[in-house]
């Protein structure tokens, strides 16, 4: 039998090498021409065929086909100028290409794109690539470009409330999405409690949105794939960008790293930075205050990051790339006074690291190594001692929590054929979840808890995937994950089969389907949804299972009209979740009881799990070249999640659940100097939970005057009477954003004025509703309601809000 498998095993590769003889491969890195940045997504592809292939992260490619005289090649992407090449095609040969900038072409060459860039062409569905350029030029609040705001206005992602940047993509919570930036997972991407997201636009080089059919390579959540890839670097000359802002400001410098002057340039630099400076302007304003007051009072908030990367070609087959950021929220407040010393702070950050080494063993099979370092930390402290003639009463509350990764991940790609390609991949993680860290003490009271326990667990996986083509009309996109998890003396180990396929009906047209199945050891508790720091990241445990799902989807892509580069996405999809967990009733991160151990006071015998369900409809309109650009996208879609301890065991809507989602976003080029943009939004409200009843109850306790014998009457408070969960639907969301951008070019530079205003027809949308029986008005009493009826406030956050900020660069 061994002796049968053997001679079969050389047959095949007989064969294989056989045909393998009668090609000749093409292989190498693509540039562009000005910095020498390696791209990603750009189309190698033989004119009037379906042979092509796009180069991947690092910009390699390699493409095999049969032999010939000559050939003609072409490359393309977006942005771009079309290279054409036409090559002698009888050996193998190593082929660097350099593209040039868009802008430096006449307009009749630009109108020329009639063949690039179709997305009929691939197998993959459910995936959308944003440029960075077109993220730049639209509005945003308060001028900041945010990255996940930008990604919010795509179809199949839900909006969160009012300016958060939270991602809430097919139903799915903010914690099944995978936001990785060059290869480190970035546990929380906000900023400013969620109105601004961590990450600068200036230091991007590319932004991908994958919300199902996701491939092998991908795991470890269940809803969507940010995947964010940093600029290398200049390594023709020294440059930079920046710009000043209302509430922060922002510097980029880039350039090559040069040891030798005789030698070319192997090595190139990056370093972007970006900090508010709120605290600055408000302390004039505290400090008025403080000479009002008994006290002196120091307070403020800031936010800051920072973004490095230095890449080093060793030699034509090895590069070396090192990539790190670092981002923190910091809030702030101390009071003194004769009586009274508090100290008071919330701060919050991420820390990624990544270290890769690229290697091409030879012209068909490219390897990627990367060592990877990630922590995400929140912490809650305040102190307080109170002074008096008899005692110093001393309160200590220190809250932490936060997760540390080590990871370890190979990846191989192989361009076998010119209708087959193959890439597998190994990846090790070392997770320390430390969900609840807590001191707490009052020597006022018998409350003194210390509270510190972790949990150290690994997480691995081994994938493959191949993207094949049978025959000319179809691709298809299959993979395998095999994921492993070790908490506990019985490790989990999970199968996750993928698969994409795509028919071109036309040369324009295709038909896609996909399925997909993911699982997640980690999990997010979260008490409002908003995507606060105060959510805690938690690992699965033998009383938490691991999260699991399966997706299908099926749709059409149509290239309308390529010479404009519009094509048209329509998709339907439905997705089954498991055990995703959820608070129990009256639960939260800080909720104690002292009447119970410190081991049932923690996060586990807090939350309970569940299942949900999400299916719709998502359209997509989308024209990225040309002097307009933008794109339409609509969602109707409906989600539902089933607990047995909450809502009395019936399905309810989540808060993010939305039955129509539609954005509409131009940007328009008016002149070469001056740049038009808008954004116009409508949402279904949100699904929220509000009293539908109020009235006065009575404890217990009696309260009693100066002495036993003059009674004053029974204690009474409000209570509030809760409907079925989630039973109320907000006013729906819209809004409009306008922006325009002024360019000119200096002797030394180019500058930008970007003026914008946010919800342009001040449209005030709500944020949050109360309920009450008295007219209130935070805290402040207006009249009283005779009818004893519940009234129902609602509270906006941002009126119309204009803004200015000056760019630059050089």
Not at 22 to 44: A, D, P, R
Not at 245 to 254: D, F
Not at 422 to 450: D, K, W, Y
Not at 754 to 762: E, G, K, L, M, R
């Amino acid at each position: 039998m061994l002796k049968s498998i053997q001679i079969c095993a050389l047959l095949i590769l007989f064969l294989t090498e056989s045909y393998a003889q009668q090609l000749v491969t093409i292989s190498g890195f693509v540039k562009e021409k000005k910095t020498k940045e390696l791209l990603i997504g750009v189309n190698i592809y033989l004119p009037n065929t379906n042979t092509g292939i796009s180069t991947k992260t690092y910009g390699y490619y390699s493409l095999s086909i049969p032999a010939q005289d000559s050939v003609t090649l072409v490359y393309s992407m977006v942005g771009f100028q079309r290279k054409i090449m036409r090559l002698p095609f009888n050996k193998n040969q190593k082929l660097d290409i350099e593209l040039e900038d868009e802008n430096y072409l006449q307009e009749v060459v630009i109108s020329s794109k009639s063949e690039q860039n179709k997305q009929s062409n691939s197998p993959n569905m459910s995936k959308i690539d944003l440029p960075v350029d077109q993220i730049k030029n639209l509005p945003t609040l308060m001028g900041e470009k945010d990255v996940l705001k930008i990604i919010q206005l795509l179809p199949g992602v839900q909006k969160a409330s009012e300016g958060q940047s939270g991602i809430y993509v097919r139903g799915g919570g903010p914690d099944q999405n995978l936001i990785i930036l060059d290869d480190a997972v970035v546990y929380n991407a906000s900023h400013l409690f969620g109105f601004f997201s961590t990450f600068n636009g200036d230091a991007l080089k590319s932004v991908e949105l994958t919300k199902g059919g996701f491939p092998a390579r991908y795991g470890g959540r269940l809803s969507s794939v940010i995947d964010l890839t940093m600029k290398d670097g200049n390594k023709e000359k020294f440059s930079g960008e920046g710009g000043f802002g209302l509430i922060s400001s922002r510097l980029l410098l880039e350039g090559p790293l040069k040891f030798n002057k005789n030698k070319p340039t192997k090595g190139s630099f990056l370093v972007s930075g970006r900090r508010t400076y709120v605290d600055f302007v408000m302390r004039p304003f505290i400090k008025a205050q403080n000479q009002e007051s008994e006290g002196k009072q120091t307070s403020g908030y800031y936010f800051y990051d920072l973004n490095i990367k230095l890449n080093y070609e060793i030699n034509a087959k090895n590069k070396i790339f090192l990539s790190s950021y670092l981002g923190d929220d910091v809030f702030y407040n101390k009071y003194t006074s004769e009586t009274d010393n508090s100290d008071a702070g919330l701060n919050w950050g991420n820390i990624t690291s990544t270290l890769r080494w690229n290697h091409v063993f030879g012209q068909k099979t490219f390897g990627n190594a990367s060592l990877i370092y990630s922590n995400y930390g929140f912490n809650i402290f305040t102190k307080e001692t109170r002074l008096n003639s008899l005692e110093a009463n001393n309160f200590t509350l220190n809250y932490d929590s936060g997760i540390e990764d080590y990871s370890l991940k190979y990846d191989v790609d192989y361009y076998q054929k010119p209708n087959i390609s193959f890439r597998f991949g190994v990846m090790a993680t070392h997770h320390t979840f430390t969900p609840e860290a807590l001191i707490l003490q009052n020597a006022s009271s018998e409350v003194n808890l210390n509270k510190d326990k972790s949990y150290k667990v690994w997480e691995n996986a081994i994938y493959t995937e191949s993207i094949w083509s049978p025959v000319p009309k179809i691709k298809i996109n299959a993979g395998l994950r095999l994921s492993q998890y070790l908490i506990t003396n019985a490790p989990q180990h999970r199968l996750e089969p993928r698969v994409s396929a795509a028919y071109k009906v036309k040369d324009d047209l295709a038909i896609k389907v996909s399925y997909a199945n993911m699982n997640q050891y980690l999990h997010l508790l979260t008490n409002t949804g908003l995507g606060l720091p105060t959510d805690l990241w938690v690992p699965a445990t033998e009383k938490v299972a691991p999260q699991s799902s399966s997706q299908i989807a099926a749709g059409a892509v149509k290239d309308i009209n390529q010479d404009k580069g519009i094509s048209i996405t329509l998709e339907g999809y439905y997705k089954k979740m498991n055990n995703i967990i959820s608070y129990k009733e009256g639960a939260s991160f800080l909720s104690i009881n002292s009447n119970t151990s410190v081991e049932d006071n923690g996060w586990e015998n807090k939350v309970t799990s569940g299942q949900g369900e999400s299916y719709g409809m998502e359209f997509l309109v989308q024209k990225k070249v040309g002097k307009f650009s933008g794109w339409v996208g609509y969602t109707w879609s409906k989600t539902l999640w089933t607990f047995e301890e909450l809502n009395f065991g019936k399905s309810f809507y989540p808060k993010y659940d939305r039955r129509h989602d539609l954005s509409l976003v131009g940007i328009y080029k008016l002149k070469p100097k001056i740049t038009l943009s808008g954004i116009w939004i409508y949402g279904t409200g949100n699904a929220l939970t509000i009293p539908i009843a109020e009235y006065r109850a009575y404890s217990s306790t009696y309260i009693r005057g100066d002495n036993l014998d003059n009674p004053i009457g029974w204690r009474n408070f409000t209570v509030q009477e809760y409907g079925e969960r989630n039973s109320f639907r907000a006013e729906p969301y819209h809004r409009l954003d306008l922006g325009i951008q002024f360019h000119k070019k200096k002797k030394r530079f180019e500058r930008t004025w970007d003026v914008s205003i946010y919800n342009a027809y001040n449209r005030k949308n709500p944020f949050f509703y109360t309920a009450s029986n008295d007219q209130t008005f935070f805290g402040t009493s207006t009249g009283s309601n005779t009818n004893n009826t519940l009234t129902l406030k609602r509270y906006s956050l941002f009126p119309i809000l204009p803004s200015i900020t000056y760019n630059f660069k050089f």
